[in-house]
């Protein structure tokens, strides 16, 4: 592996910026879009769990149904590529067998051998449904995969606008997500801004770093 | 801005996992921490409220009582720099003004001029306040962060481990977060893996990308 210069990493980052206005003639290269398609998948989560779906959307007229449905933003019409991250809903042992029978598959070795974490993943998630905070517990892992999302985004020159502006119910009607047992949480369109984007160029709001990240 | 490669991100997320023991005699460089440290402070959040503090933990003894509170895992005390996201609890009006008056700073105009902004901030997050869900919407942004940090930091050749696996309440009372507002939700080892590390070469387990990816 060879690493990035930590230039490259900072301008980058220093470069990214809410994208309010996509060039819409601008499609990003299909390479590049399977690196970070691979970017959502190889996200980590609680335990392995992975309780999400990325929802690509490519079908106009169905971007159109989310620009409406997102108070009328132009990002989900106009980007490159739409991305809606779902969150799983009352997790249950079904998504736990089905991690263990993965895990088991691609390390080639057995359900039995594998009790401990079996068991490790049904007393943690039971203890958060019985709070009530489950399914928060599970979104919060959907927003480590936006953030990768991002971050490998910018690394690569690609814009992007993250998203919570929308009606989730809305989506998870349009998407059809509610039936698969998700939720929309957030969304991020990714593609090139518009050279007219009057937001490029406005200084980025951040607090001092002496305010957010304390020493100790 | 020269983008990296789709190969060197791709690697980068591959060769990362979540990496169990670290070689504590090494030692991340001070131009890279600083790299690591721009992302947090880059990171995104919903608009632009940053309702996060990043604790980076140098103290041997600190790190001692963290890693007794997490279960007696070894990474608090073993890795380079170990760091704990905390989200804000209560976000109220004192958080928003704070941050109307850095916008007003940064971009260089007046808080009188950001009326409309306000409204939608103070408006947006007493509307979750109702909802009993804002510490939740909050922790969310956090994650976006750590998501952020994980991703620079392997494209940096930068090996993490994040961790959810302690003691909440531990950590608040041994980093004084409760006093300050905040309330710790996830940590993020950082360093070097082990040479030893029999993490390190453990296939990676994800669900097949037509299981997570869904496309529209």
Same mark, same amino acid.
């Given at each position: 592996?060879?690493?990035?210069?930590?230039?490259?990493?900072?301008?980058?980052?220093?470069?990214?910026?809410?994208?309010?206005?996509?060039?819409?003639?601008?499609?990003? /290269?299909?390479?590049?879009?399977?690196?970070?398609?691979? %970017?959502?998948?190889?996200?980590?989560?609680?335990?392995?769990?992975?309780?999400?779906?990325?929802?690509?959307?490519?079908?106009?007229?169905?971007?159109?149904?989310?620009?409406?449905?997102?108070?009328?933003?132009?990002?989900?019409?106009?980007?490159?590529?739409?991305?809606? #991250?779902?969150?799983?809903?009352?997790?249950?042992?079904?998504?736990?067998?089905?991690?263990?029978?993965?895990?088991?598959?691609?390390?080639?070795?057995?359900?039995?051998?594998?009790?401990? #974490? %079996?068991?490790?993943?049904?007393?943690?998630?039971?203890?958060?449904?019985?709070?009530?905070?489950?399914?928060?517990?599970?979104?919060?892992?959907?927003?480590?995969?936006?953030?990768? #999302?991002?971050?490998?985004?910018?690394?690569?020159?690609?814009?992007?606008? /993250?998203?919570?502006?929308?009606?989730?119910?809305?989506?998870?009607?349009?998407?059809?997500?509610?039936?698969?047992?998700?939720?929309?949480?957030?969304?991020?369109?990714?593609?090139?801004? %518009?050279?007219?984007?009057?937001?490029?160029?406005?200084?980025?709001?951040?607090?001092?770093?002496?305010?957010?990240?304390?020493?100790?």
């Amino acid at each position: 592996m060879t690493p990035a210069s930590t230039t490259l990493v900072t301008d980058a980052l220093n470069w990214r910026y809410a994208t309010k206005k996509f060039d819409a003639s601008k499609r990003i /290269p299909a390479d590049t879009w399977s690196a970070l398609e691979k %970017a959502l998948v190889l996200s980590p989560s609680t335990m392995g769990l992975q309780p999400w779906k990325f929802v690509v959307v490519q079908d106009a007229a169905v971007r159109k149904r989310l620009s409406a449905a997102s108070w009328g933003q132009s990002q989900p019409v106009d980007c490159s590529h739409f991305v809606v #991250f779902a969150g799983r809903k009352g997790l249950d042992t079904t998504d736990i067998e089905r991690h263990l029978a993965r895990t088991a598959e691609v390390r080639g070795t057995t359900r039995e051998s594998l009790t401990g #974490f %079996a068991e490790m993943l049904h007393g943690g998630t039971e203890k958060s449904r019985k709070a009530g905070v489950l399914d928060f517990w599970m979104a919060h892992q959907v927003y480590i995969a936006l953030g990768m #999302f991002i971050t490998a985004a910018s690394v690569l020159g690609i814009d992007t606008c /993250p998203m919570e502006g929308f009606e989730p119910a809305q989506y998870n009607e349009i998407l059809g997500l509610s039936a698969m047992g998700y939720g929309a949480l957030c969304a991020c369109a990714a593609g090139y801004r %518009a050279g007219d984007d009057k937001y490029a160029t406005l200084p980025k709001v951040r607090f001092r770093p002496k305010d957010v990240i304390v020493h100790v």
